[in-house]
């Protein structure tokens, strides 16, 4: 089985803008913290964006989920808007090589 094309990871801890430009999101991984029901929800580009995704998970499971064909595309970035009960997320996006690869950079 092949690959069509490189990707990304970009790990985040909290809200906010986790990448500037114009991807797919492939794939995420988020890591309940354990006090309850784990929620993400990612729009598109900034907090009051489209939400593009939106998944929830059991307090006792790493969830990951690999998204069919293309994946979302995020046309203006990926905005964080919602992060909760989780101690980390990471987002699997195609590869990008400008300023903004991951938070604070």
Do not use: W
Not at 67 to 88: A, H, M, Q, R, W
Request: aromatic letters at 8%; a neutral charge.
């Amino acid at each position: 089985m092949g690959y069509k094309s490189d990707i990304q990871a970009t790990y985040i801890t909290g809200t906010g803008l986790a990448i500037q430009q114009v991807v797919r999101l492939k794939a995420i991984s988020f890591t309940p913290n354990g006090s309850g029901v784990a929620h993400v929800a990612l729009t598109n580009g900034t907090s009051d964006g489209t939400v593009l995704f939106e998944a929830d998970s059991p307090s006792s499971l790493v969830y990951t989920l690999n998204l069919p064909e293309d994946g979302i595309p995020f046309p203006k970035g990926v905005y964080c808007s919602t992060i909760t009960n989780c101690v980390s997320v990471t987002l699997y996006t195609d590869l990008y090589s400008k300023p903004r690869l991951t938070p604070g950079n």
